[in-house]
């Protein structure tokens, strides 16, 4: 394991929230664009373990959760959830294969907004989109958009927390 303090964790989220309000806004391809704020969480809970995905996908959801124009909380469970199983799936993977951390980027992608569309189905009446339209409209573009993304970002957050020492993590 790697030794990365929550500050740093924090501070990590902090500038994935900032870049998803701010510069991510403005960049979209097929009206998709990645989740920032998903793929540090993949990233702690892939390489440090279900309990660092846990908290870091807390904390990433709840600061997600003040800025949306969503229902207060969805996103504190989905990105909790979605932690928890990246370091469920970085217990069974290669995690330096970039080819694995690209397919569970995109996989942990969807599962995050399909369990997103399936709460807003049942909390909301407002639902324009039938669960085809939305996957291929919506999902599809950005998985393969947030995976392309988290290829440079995992190869600078493992370079950056490869040079400490191999202690545990919390």
Not at 111 to 136: N, P, W
Request: aromatic share 14%.
């Amino acid at each position: 394991m790697y030794k990365i303090s929550r500050l740093q964790i924090y501070f990590i989220l902090a500038l994935g929230l900032l870049l998803h309000l701010t510069v991510l806004d403005r960049i979209m391809i097929f009206g998709a664009k990645p989740d920032l704020m998903l793929i540090p969480v993949i990233f702690f809970g892939f390489f440090l373990g279900r309990n660092a995905g846990l908290e870091s996908g807390f904390v990433a959801g709840l600061s997600k959760d003040l800025f949306a124009l969503d229902i207060f909380g969805i996103n504190t469970l989905i990105f909790a959830i979605t932690g928890f199983l990246a370091g469920l799936l970085g217990a069974q993977f290669s995690r330096e294969s970039k080819r694995t951390q690209f397919l569970v980027v995109m996989l942990l992608t969807a599962f995050s907004m399909m369990l997103h569309f399936a709460i807003v189905s049942v909390l909301s009446k407002r639902i324009y989109l039938d669960i085809g339209e939305y996957f291929t409209a919506s999902v599809i573009p950005a998985c393969v958009y947030t995976g392309l993304v988290s290829i440079p970002v995992f190869i600078k957050l493992m370079d950056l927390y490869r040079l400490r020492g191999s202690e545990d993590y919390l």
